[in-house]
């Protein structure tokens, strides 16, 4: 009963579809908010690894330098 009287009401009709449009609208923004964010942690999350990398290269060539150095400063004794 309840339904039927909801359905034949014109203003209440309208109304809840503006509040599905809006929905929708927000539904499709928050979708379009969470492609942009996932891409711009896959940037990151590149620029992290190639950090990551170039840090251990930077850790290798300061432990040959330290060796070397070593070595030289044991010729000197």
């Keep these: 009963m309840f339904v039927t009287f909801f359905l ?13 449009r809006r929905l929708e609208a927000d539904k499709d923004s928050l979708q379009l908010q969470v492609t942009v964010l996932t891409e711009q942690i896959d940037v990151q999350t590149d620029k992290i690894s190639d950090l990551e990398k170039l840090l251990d290269e ?20």
């Design 8 to 20: 034949q009401q014109p203003s209440l009709n309208s109304d809840v579809d503006e509040r599905l």
């Design 58 to 77: 930077k850790k290798r060539q300061l432990s040959n330098a330290e060796d070397m150095l070593q070595r030289a400063s044991g010729k000197f004794i």
